[in-house]
């Protein structure tokens, strides 16, 4: 199920405020399913902590150790769940973190 997460704004709760719904237990556990992945945390670490926080995908295979194709799958699923923007530029595509939803995971999360 490809669901977007941009409902997350202001959805869900701290979760130790109150039991989570079922939605928005749906909509968190999409995110965390984008971040359960050793290799994408690994990439959006990279991302986060690149220069004016945009890294072109030339540059993140060698530290993941991955092909073109695997990266950009990975890529996509980050950004489908929220957490990069992407912008082709010729055969690369530069990503950049979106800080609003690392805010938005944080506040979920009680921090």
Same mark, same amino acid.
């Given at each position: ?47 986060? $902590? ?34 990069? $923007? ?26």
């Amino acid at each position: 199920m490809n669901r977007s997460v941009a409902t997350l704004d202001g959805c869900c709760a701290p979760l130790l405020a109150a039991p989570l719904g079922d939605a928005e237990a749906e909509q968190l556990a999409s995110v965390f399913k984008a971040l359960a992945d050793p290799v994408r945390l690994k990439l959006l670490s990279l991302i986060a $902590t690149a220069p004016e926080g945009t890294a072109c995908s030339c540059d993140l295979e060698e530290p993941v150790g991955k092909t073109q194709s695997t990266v950009s799958h990975h890529l996509s699923l980050l950004a489908d769940a929220g957490l990069i $923007t992407k912008e082709k530029v010729g055969r690369w595509v530069n990503c950049t973190v979106v800080p609003e939803r690392l805010a938005q995971l944080r506040a979920v999360l009680g921090g």
